[in-house]
């Protein structure tokens, strides 16, 4: 089908204690947060490897190397509205994103429309155009004992 393309995403970041925990840019208040060299939002970057994969574009360690000093403590957000930019370049609008995210703790429910807000100003899209979910994985792995959380997401792009 021209011009509607799907991709994929998936991304892990340890929980640590001494961070923040940033989910789809809102700020959650938990005893652990997500390690990594920008603002660890493990939401925020699956849905951009879903986007830059829907588009032929890599990833975004290809992107925003985290041996570049530039993106130390990066709000990904404003990664992603650079992703977003590089698939208009391409021609492209985002249709949708579909995300899961796997966690043990803590409950999510109440954050979720914000983060879909959020996440869709960037885009340029409406809330609707963004579903986030999250489960926790029964205890099992290391989304259950709590060591990390992980996140798959899916989206649809198109030509504008
Ligand atoms: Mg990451």
Request: net charge negative; aromatic share 4%; charged share 20%.
């Amino acid at each position: 089908m021209p011009g509607v393309r799907i991709g994929h995403g998936y991304d892990v970041h340890r929980l640590t204690g001494g961070r923040r925990l940033i989910l789809g840019g809102v700020d959650i208040p938990w005893e652990k947060g997500l390690l990594g060299h920008s603002d660890a939002d493990v939401l925020t970057h699956a849905v951009m490897d879903a986007l830059l994969g829907a588009a032929g574009l890599g990833d975004i360690g290809r992107h925003f190397p985290d041996t570049d000093p530039a993106y130390a403590g990066a709000d990904s957000l404003k990664l992603l509205a650079h992703v977003v930019r590089l698939l208009a370049e391409q021609g492209y609008v985002v249709g949708n994103v579909d995300a899961t995210v796997l966690a043990q703790r803590p409950k999510l429910a109440s954050y979720i429309p914000r983060m879909r807000d959020n996440l869709a100003r960037v885009m340029g899209i409406e809330s609707s155009q963004v579903n986030i979910k999250a489960t926790t994985e029964e205890g099992l792995g290391f989304t259950g004992s709590g060591e990390g959380m992980a996140v798959h997401a899916v989206a649809l792009i198109e030509k504008g």
